[in-house]
């Protein structure tokens, strides 16, 4: 790992790390889709790879506006969630239990986002580039509320129809 030895030094690094990630998310998310039996999940999932492609585009505005690269950088933590994705897809079970595991898996997936923008958003503030702290808070709104979705679905409906089985 490269030298990290000021804030914005640490600033770069996460925004390569979270960078990386959305694009490994990009990936992932169709194949959920595919492996989802209900189709409101599955449109979620859909959905979320539209914002997810927009999160890289606000990413690569950023570096843009740093004159920085964007690669250089594997998440290395969003390899194992989305390893954890791909444990639920092959998971041996009825299709509501694989949609239980799925959204599990996907909330992990938003937890770390959300913690990994706040973050950004954070040090952006501090260093004052204010047109960074505007796009990362933007996604960090679109994270939580793609979180909340996970969890309205999973209590009205997955979750119920999970344990039915």
Known sequence: MPSQKTLDDLFIHELRDIYNAEKQLVKALPKMAKAASSERLQAGFQEHLQQTQGHVD?????????????????????????????????????PPVRDAGLIAAAQKVEHYEIASYGTLATFAELLGHSEAVE?????????????QKLTQLAESEINQEAHAR
Do not use: N, P, Y
């Open 135 to 147: 796009l990362l808070q933007q996604t960090l709104a679109e994270e939580k509320e793609t979180d």
């Open 58 to 94: 606000r990413l690569e505005t950023i570096f843009e506006s740093l004159e920085v690269k964007g690669s250089g950088v594997k998440c290395a933590a969003m390899e194992g969630l989305v390893e954890e994705g791909a444990e639920a897809i092959d998971m041996d079970a009825e």
